[in-house]
């Protein structure tokens, strides 16, 4: 139903010989509704941290997708198709997770988790991706348990040099978990404790990697800080200073909703967390995340 992972490692534009600060960005692109460009133009910049800007830049996409011949023309099992998510400017499918890595010249990491609707003439798939302007490495796909729609973690590591040449690695993991009401099953916060326990397990596992962590994306938890999921990977991942940034999504209506966070473990020299002022038309506000080494 969904096309293969998207992976390439290097990044086609000039790398800075050191790094000694690293901006992660974690947002919900609303599948073709963010201006991803003038997000990254304004973060490596340095628009949000007092005019300094960035050599390097890890971005951390929820809803991107992919439209083309990799995707399968037909689903198999259309009564579990979502449906599509489309915006005026994906129509022109500008905002293509591979269209956007080559134009700008980025790593990419791209798991599909679904199909983005059921069309056969322009077949789509959404999910997590990873772009950098450093090389990725150690690619993964954690598929989380299925509750209501299919969910895949991307994860990668990222490395460098200090300019006092220590070197460090930083592993990312992307995450967008489910909407279930699981009903049945313990209602929607049972359903979303047992995907972030199994990813929190996944990640920490006997084989975990050993340096310090990054965890973001969108965890879809109406309730913020009260819902269980995120006070496990609070436990799991403890590093992150607490969010106090406010509701991270807008509806209509009027409706907010904290539904993106930062955690990290591990041992990063510091790490300081912001919401950024504008949703870059999305209905999600990116989260900026500055990591010393």
């Known amino acids: ?31 073709g509704g963010g201006d991803l460009a003038a997000l990254a133009d304004a973060v490596q910049r340095g628009d949000f941290t007092h005019g300094e ?7 951390l996409l929820q809803e991107m997708y992919r439209h083309g011949a ?11 198709v979502p449906s599509r998510i489309i915006d005026v400017l994906h129509a022109q499918h500008t ?24 069309a056969v003439d322009d077949p789509e798939d959404r999910g997590n991706a990873i772009l950098s ?20 973690a991307a994860v990668a590591v990222v490395s460098g040099r200090t300019t006092a040449g220590v070197a460090w690695r930083l592993r990312l993991v992307n995450v967008h978990l489910d909407t279930a009401l699981a009903l049945l099953h313990g209602g929607p916060l049972t359903a979303r404790r047992r995907q972030a326990d199994a990813l929190a397990a996944a990640l920490t596992g006997s084989s975990a ?9 969108d965890f879809n938890t109406w309730l913020g800080d009260r819902e269980p999921a995120i006070r496990a990977l609070r436990a799991a991942f403890p590093d992150a200073p607490a969010p106090r940034y406010g509701a991270t999504w807008r509806g209509p209506f009027g409706l907010r909703a904290t539904l993106d966070y ?20 999305s209905d999600h506000y990116p989260l900026l995340s500055v990591i010393t080494f």
Do not use: C, K
């Open 95 to 118: 905002h293509d997770v591979r269209r956007v890595a080559s134009e700008r010249g980025l790593a990419v990491l791209y798991a599909p988790s679904m199909r983005n609707g059921a």
């Open 133 to 152: 302007t450093l090389p990725l490495s150690d690619p993964t796909a954690i598929e989380l348990l299925l509750e209501r729609q299919r969910r895949v």
């Open 53 to 59: 800007p960035f050599a390097a830049v890890v971005l």
């Open 209 to 217: 990697f050993d340096g310090p962590t990054i965890v973001a994306g």
């Open 262 to 281: 930062v955690f990290a473990g591990g041992h990063a020299r510091s790490i300081a967390v912001q919401r950024l002022p504008s949703r870059f038309g």
């Open 1 to 31: 139903m969904v096309g293969p992972v998207v992976y390439e490692r290097e990044p086609s534009r000039p790398q800075a010989p050191a790094i000694d600060r690293l901006a992660v960005v974690s947002w919900n692109t609303h599948v």
């Open 70 to 80: 990799d995707v399968p023309a037909r689903a198999t099992i259309l009564s579990a």
